[in-house]
């Protein structure tokens, strides 16, 4: 949610700093500004309204030059998103230019005491008062830059990843963090600063990821000072590689990063699956749930804690664990959760599910799970986020960088993780016959191989999204295993077509949203299950009747539901509790394709941000 960048050394910022911003751009599009030093320490800000391509046109007449920089693209919290909430801020002389991702929660009070002082706010941001506040402390106490920053952000509250800039000090750069991400590159005497590596990648892999409480100067030298914000002492910066790797970054090829992602997820569920299944010798094994076993296996409940999408794969993960392990679990949505006064034992053991490992809410309920004393664990795709580097043990997805803002990949490899966690447990518990844990293993490695069939109907489910591309509303159903699926058919659909859909477990239709049908409605189902698999046939009888229209996601052997959908999607049939990780691969397939079709951006949805880090 928002994404920062600033260069600083011998080269010219600003190329830097667009290219940067561009691969930022999936935390926020509502706008874009650059701020860069030239060389006769002149400070020029340019911002825009929309994405970075907007800022681009703007700019190009404009004087680009200066090796100091930063730049910022917004997702918009607080003031609407135009040109003047548009970051850099600034102060009123000019002199100070400053880009922030996260929320000062006390910047009303900052900013009527800023009025009071005398200070003219020109935006509408929260951000704004920290640029005011860094010049007032300079002119009460002649502090330089950095300890003007540093004394500045005593008095706030909030979260910020901050990079400021000033005329005054041209040969510097000062960052600073709290509770959003900031990774600060080392190049040849030189820096490249961003919210995550992708920015960085295609100039250095050698980085620090910034601390909470931390604060650093960077010189045109190439020299770095990390200290503490709390109390000025000195820290030795962690010099760690980036795991990136650059054409991860590009779209190779396809039209749009989230169709990429959909046809990454053979290999990312093999990647999921690599040296944690010996499908030979039938053993599963995560190493941080080894590292505790005796915590998991007497654990009185697992939690789950989650955001969006990943807390539908908790929801699986929920079906899961129960039915395989027998372990109490509960599924909380993290912003929920934290504010309810929840019990919370310390011998239950909180899951924290999050592809960006930075989801504020997400981190928050952590840290009280962590108050609590019960165990933490993450289960993260980026690796080194702030989320996988908080919990006690965890498990990443190893899924790459997923750039769509719809996810796709990393909710097929959080699942494949909570197969292996399930199937893990159940074996250690002893919950599990020895021939079903055989059947699941063997057919958890044979996954990767169906999600390729499946993906060879990409043809098919275009044409059934030509049928329903200007549909108004849709309703998914599922039950068992597949109502998460159902859920997250639903959500794929609304994020980046803008089509209302609403999923829900197949028989509760009949509580309510059978009233919506008409021969209007489309009505997609999840008919995959081999258990219960006669009820299905008479929830979707109860459509019909109806006059829905339906299209039913089935096996490659059904007879019955095929007879009654006026479109089938065949899929290869698995394990029931593995289902989702098939049966999710059409949906992902069907919204993508009616959005292209409805001219949506679908890499970039309106209003939405892959990493939210505000609360
Ligand atoms: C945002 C994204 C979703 C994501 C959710 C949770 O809403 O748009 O795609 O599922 O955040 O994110 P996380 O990184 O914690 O999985």
Redesign the pocket.
């Known amino acids: 949610m928002c994404g920062i960048v600033a260069y600083i050394g011998q080269k010219e910022a600003y190329p830097i700093i667009i290219n940067g911003l561009k691969r930022l751009e999936y935390r926020g599009y509502d706008s874009a500004g650059v701020a860069l030093l030239d060389e006769h320490n002149h400070l020029h800000v340019y911002k825009k309204k929309g994405k970075v391509k907007n800022l681009e046109d703007f700019t190009k007449d404009k004087s680009k030059k200066g090796n100091i920089g930063i730049g910022h693209t917004r997702w918009a919290t607080h003031g609407e998103a135009n040109d003047v909430n548009a970051h850099p801020h600034f102060t009123t002389s000019g002199h100070i230019a400053l880009i922030h991702n996260g929320i000062i929660e006390n910047y009303t009070t900052l900013k009527a005491e800023l009025i009071n002082r005398g200070y003219k706010f020109s935006s509408e941001t929260d951000t704004e008062v920290l640029v005011h506040l860094i010049e007032d402390v300079q002119k009460n106490t002649g502090a330089k830059l950095e300890e003007a920053v540093r004394l500045a952000l005593q008095g706030v509250i909030g979260a910020y990843a901050i990079i400021v800039m000033s005329m005054d000090e041209p040969d510097r750069l000062v960052v600073a963090k709290l509770s959003s991400p900031m990774v600060i590159g080392y190049g040849d005497n030189e820096f490249y600063i961003a919210s995550d590596g992708s920015p960085l990648v295609e100039h250095t892999k050698k980085v620090s990821f910034l601390e909470d409480g931390q604060i650093a100067t960077l010189t045109k030298d190439g020299e770095i000072t990390l200290k503490s914000i709390k109390d000025n002492t000195f820290h030795a910066p962690y010099v760690d590689e980036l795991e990136y790797k650059l054409e991860e970054l590009e779209k190779s090829g396809f039209d749009h990063f989230m169709l990429k992602e959909i046809f990454e997820q053979p290999q990312a569920v093999t990647n999921a699956i690599r040296g944690r299944i010996d499908k030979h010798n039938f053993t599963v094994k995560l190493g941080g749930v080894d590292e505790f076993e005796k915590t998991f296996i007497n654990a009185r409940r697992i939690i789950f804690v989650?955001?969006?999408?990943?807390?539908?794969s908790s929801l699986i993960g929920e079906y899961l664990i129960e039915d395989l392990a027998r372990i109490p679990v509960e599924v909380e949505y993290?912003s929920e959760f934290r504010y309810r006064n929840p019990i919370i034992f310390e011998d239950d053991i909180v899951i924290?599910?999050?592809?960006?490992?930075?989801?504020a809410d997400?981190k928050a309920a952590l840290e009280l799970a962590k108050k609590k004393g019960a165990l933490t664990y993450g289960i993260?795709?980026?690796v080194g986020s702030a989320?996988s580097r908080m919990t006690d043990a965890g498990s990443y997805t190893h899924a790459g960088p997923e750039i769509g803002?719809?996810?796709t990949k990393?909710?097929t490899t959080?699942v494949t993780i909570l197969a292996m966690m399930a199937l893990q447990l159940a074996y250690k518990k002893g919950t599990l016959s020895k021939s079903l844990f055989h059947q699941y293993v063997g057919e958890l490695g044979q996954i990767s191989t169906k999600i390729e069939e499946i993906l060879k109907l990409d043809k098919r489910i275009k044409n059934i999204a030509k049928t329903f591309k200007d549909a108004t509303n849709f309703l998914y159903l599922g039950r068992g295993y597949n109502f998460p699926v159902a859920l997250e058919g639903a959500?794929k659909l609304k994020?980046i077509s803008y089509i209302h859909a609403e999923g829900y477990p197949a028989a509760e239709m009949k509580h309510g949203p059978i009233a919506l049908i008409d021969e209007n409605m489309p009505v997609l189902v999840v008919a995959t299950n081999i258990e219960h698999y006669e009820k299905v046939l008479s929830n979707i009888e109860e459509v019909k009747s109806r006059k829905g229209r339906i299209i039913a996601i089935v096996n490659e052997d059904d007879k019955e539901v095929s007879k009654l959908a006026e479109f089938t999607i065949p899929i290869p049939a698995t394990a029931e509790p593995l289902s989702p990780l098939l049966s999710v691969i059409p949906l992902q397939l069907l919204s993508y394709h009616i959005a292209v079709m409805r001219g949506c951006d679908v890499d970039q949805p309106r209003n939405?941000?892959?990493?939210?880090t505000v609360e």
Do not use: M, P, R, Y
């Not at 939405?608 to 939210?612: H, I, P, Q, T």
């Open positions: 989650a955001c969006g999408t990943s807390w539908h993290a924290a599910i999050s592809q960006s490992g930075e989801t997400t993260c795709n980026v989320i803002v719809a996810s990393a909710f959080q959500l994020e939405l941000a892959k990493s939210v």
